[in-house]
């Protein structure tokens, strides 16, 4: 399961840090640079309130409305995307959202069929999940016997021979597939013999979508836990800016700088 844990809310935190240091800086000018002497130092207080608050301002911009960086831990999104890769994503993509209240201000786009998408997991908003979009808002979608359908339409796959599923220490035998989601054409594990515990048929509800893993069968997504509002949606995964393989190899320099789809 592709996630990350957030263990404090980065964005609670950097936009008090802003508002904060903003503040005492205005202070500063309005009132107690008027009042000190030019022989006289600000506290250090004031002062790295003046020196850090445009550094954090600019941090929390970036972060906000542009891009940011991302760690994969795990691997429900193998062969595509691999744990230890640092993704980036753009935050605009869906839309300009106001930090902390994750508020759209303005719209720019909305998630294509097979697009890698960021998202506050539904059941728990302090966690951030990676998947790709199956379904739209109004889509018919099924998935019967490792075989993905939507709006009647049979998402075609082509055996691409075999590979070795590898998480934990563990390998696991996996067909590669390559599949055609609309436009996007992707690789996806499959498990010779893995039982789906229950088949899939759903209409996908307004303003919301239908997330799988393309390690279909290492997955835990929409199939178990439901749409995602568009509201949680986060932003679009486009490229590999670092990859770092734990047990092996260390940085994997082939995939830094390699695009996502």
């Known amino acids: 399961m592709s996630n990350f844990n957030i263990s404090f809310d980065v964005p609670f935190v950097l936009t008090s840090?802003?508002?904060?240091?903003?503040?005492?800086?205005?202070?500063?000018?309005?009132?107690?640079?008027?009042?000190?002497?030019?022989?006289?130092?600000?506290?250090?207080?004031?002062?790295?309130?003046?020196?850090?608050?445009?550094?954090?301002?600019?941090?929390?911009?970036i972060r906000s409305f542009l891009i940011q960086p991302?760690?994969?831990?795990?691997?429900?999104?193998?062969?595509?995307?691999l744990?230890?890769?640092?993704?980036?994503?753009?935050?605009?993509?869906y839309g300009l959202r106001l930090p902390v209240l994750n508020t759209k201000i303005f719209n720019i786009?909305?998630?294509?069929?097979?697009?890698?998408?960021?998202?506050?997991?539904?059941?728990?908003?302090?966690?951030?999940?990676v998947k790709r979009v199956i379904g739209l808002p109004g889509d018919h979608v099924t998935y019967r016997n490792k075989i993905l359908t939507v709006n009647n339409i049979v998402m075609q796959q082509m055996p691409f021979g075999m590979d070795l599923d590898t998480e934990g220490g563990f390998s696991v035998p996996v067909q590669v597939r390559i599949e055609k989601l609309d436009q996007v054409t992707h690789k996806i594990f499959i498990r010779p013999g893995?039982?789906?515990?229950?088949?899939?048929?759903?209409?996908?509800?307004?303003?919301?979508?239908?997330?799988?893993?393309d390690n279909?069968?290492?997955s835990k997504d929409?199939?178990?836990?439901?749409?995602?509002?568009?509201?949680?949606?986060?932003?679009?995964?486009?490229?590999?800016?670092?990859?770092?393989?734990?047990?092996k190899t260390g940085i994997r320099w082939e995939r830094i700088g390699?695009?996502?789809?």
Not at 223 to 247: C, H, Q, T, Y
């Open 17 to 61: 840090l802003v508002l904060l240091t903003g503040f005492i800086a205005l202070l500063d000018i309005l009132f107690f640079a008027k009042k000190r002497s030019v022989d006289k130092k600000p506290s250090i207080i004031i002062e790295y309130s003046r020196s850090f608050f445009p550094v954090l301002l600019l941090v929390l911009l």
């Open 70 to 81: 991302y760690r994969v831990p795990t691997g429900s999104l193998v062969p595509t995307v």
């Open 83 to 93: 744990p230890g890769d640092f993704i980036v994503v753009s935050q605009y993509a």
């Open 109 to 129: 786009g909305e998630p294509k069929r097979g697009d890698i998408v960021l998202f506050r997991f539904p059941d728990d908003i302090s966690i951030i999940y």
């Open 194 to 213: 893995y039982k789906e515990s229950e088949d899939v048929d759903v209409v996908v509800p307004q303003n919301s979508y239908f997330m799988m893993g």
């Open 216 to 218: 279909r069968d290492s």
């Open 222 to 247: 929409s199939r178990e836990w439901g749409f995602v509002p568009e509201a949680n949606l986060v932003g679009k995964a486009f490229g590999i800016w670092m990859s770092w393989d734990s047990e």
């Open 258 to 261: 390699k695009k996502i789809n």
